[in-house]
């Protein structure tokens, strides 16, 4: 029986923990640091910080892991893959080159270009007053991207000049998110959507797209968050949309990054939005999407750690995924998020859930009676399935209104862009 670490701490690593266990090969699922909600999931948290490489690999060898699985992005940009196989362990993710896709936009806007991938027009910057000068060019609503990581709130859509130069003195000014560049995108319009795919080189096995809603309001207003809810499958768009995406967008990116001599093995994440031109690429994650983990996971009736293993070997490999329901997650927030965390609210309501409703956890703590509270931005993603969007929203939002919520706060409206 196999032995799985799961690195990442949040709701996706959840996720990723209860699919790996419904595998009849695997007789435990680690997560390093992980967080105590997943506990009662029957996952065994560590308390190894995600980016203490030599640690987690000490661990992995003491306890003679088959295979390690990256969730986050950050210790796939600090060379997490790259340090495990040099140790000679099983890991699925990323190289720290191939991970630059996501750590940078302006590398992604270079390998987009190379393969001729759609995706908006820009500039990058690194300098402030450069970049106000830019805006004199620009039609708005324009796009300010910060060039790097920022837990997907780097993104800013600005409707005028003014909001345009307070953005880029806190992005190029006040390195507000810890950059030297930004880029200043074209702003497109049409849904977004998501579509991730496992990938060993030339073996690309995508998955259900997926809708994620990042704004922190309902209406799509407010700042950009991490992400407060998502849904799939998406039957507002063609049946054969993933397959396009995998052949115009992934297929090519992947062979560009192979003439540049980077191989990529791990999770794609292409954010795209459907324009009247057709899809086109917003930007690229290396990881699975958090929340969007939450609804895809679930749908994959093949066995998780088959297929990575199959996958790592090159082997052929055959992904089966339902096709009859679709699955709602809505995520439960700190009221203050994304401007600020919170802790302290009881979590005890959640422990009651119908079995219908799935809880993953992300920003959780213990208080002084060992019970779960609060502690972060994101708390919790609850998740459903149902026939329809109308009946997975009436399962989890009435269970929701059934409870208190101070102190927390989500978006009502998940998933109505698919009705």
């Known amino acids: ?139 708005y609503p324009v796009v300010i991207k910060s060039d790097g990581l920022a837990a997907g709130k ?51 096995i995508p998955m259900p797209l997926s809708q994620d809603h990042k704004a922190a309001y309902d209406g799509d207003r407010g700042p950009n968050t991490g992400g407060m809810g998502a849904y799939s499958p998406l039957s507002q768009f063609p049946a054969d949309l993933a397959d396009q995406g995998v052949e115009k967008i992934i297929r090519p990116v992947i062979q560009t990054l192979q003439r540049n001599g980077i191989s990529f093995c791990g999770v794609l994440y292409a954010g795209l939005i459907m324009t009247e031109a057709g899809p086109q690429v917003i930007e690229f994650n290396v990881r699975l999407g958090d929340p969007e983990t939450a609804v895809v996971l679930p749908q994959l009736q093949s066995d998780l750690y088959e297929l990575l293993q199959r996958l790592l070997e090159h082997r052929d490999v055959e992904a089966k995924w339902q096709a009859s329901d679709v699955y709602l997650g809505v995520v439960v927030s700190s009221e203050t998020y994304p401007q600020a965390s919170a802790s302290g609210v009881e979590l005890a309501s959640f422990n009651n859930n119908p079995s219908d409703i799935t809880v993953n956890y992300a920003g959780v703590a213990q208080n002084e009676n060992g019970e779960l509270i609060s502690n972060g931005g994101r708390i919790l993603c609850l998740t459903t399935s149902a026939s329809s969007i109308a009946q997975a929203q009436s399962t989890l939002y009435y269970w929701l209104a059934q409870h208190k919520m101070t102190g927390l706060r989500y978006r009502y409206d998940i998933g109505d862009k698919g009705k």
């Open 154 to 204: 780097g993104v800013v859509i600005v409707e005028n000049q003014k909001q345009a130069k307070i953005t880029i003195h806190q992005m190029l000014g006040e390195h507000q998110f810890d950059t030297k560049s930004i880029i200043i995108e074209e702003f497109l319009m049409g849904q977004e959507f998501s579509l991730m795919a496992f990938i060993n080189d030339d073996q690309i």
């Open 1 to 139: 029986m196999a032995k799985v670490l799961v690195i990442g701490n949040g709701a996706r690593e959840h996720a990723m923990g209860r699919q790996l266990l419904l595998s009849k090969q695997v007789e435990k699922v680690y997560c390093a640091p992980g967080n105590l909600g997943m506990l009662a999931s029957g996952i065994e948290i560590v308390p190894i910080s995600e980016l203490n490489f030599e640690k987690l690999i000490e661990f992995a060898k003491e306890q003679e892991i088959d295979l390690t699985v990256v969730g986050p992005e950050l210790p796939l940009q600090q060379g997490i893959v790259d340090n495990f196989i040099a140790s000679g362990l099983n890991i699925f993710g990323p190289s720290q080159a191939a991970a630059r896709l996501e750590g940078s936009k302006e590398f992604a806007k270079k390998i987009m270009r190379e393969a001729g991938v759609p995706t908006a027009k820009y500039a990058s910057y690194q300098d402030e007053e450069a970049a106000v000068q830019a805006l004199a060019e620009v039609t």
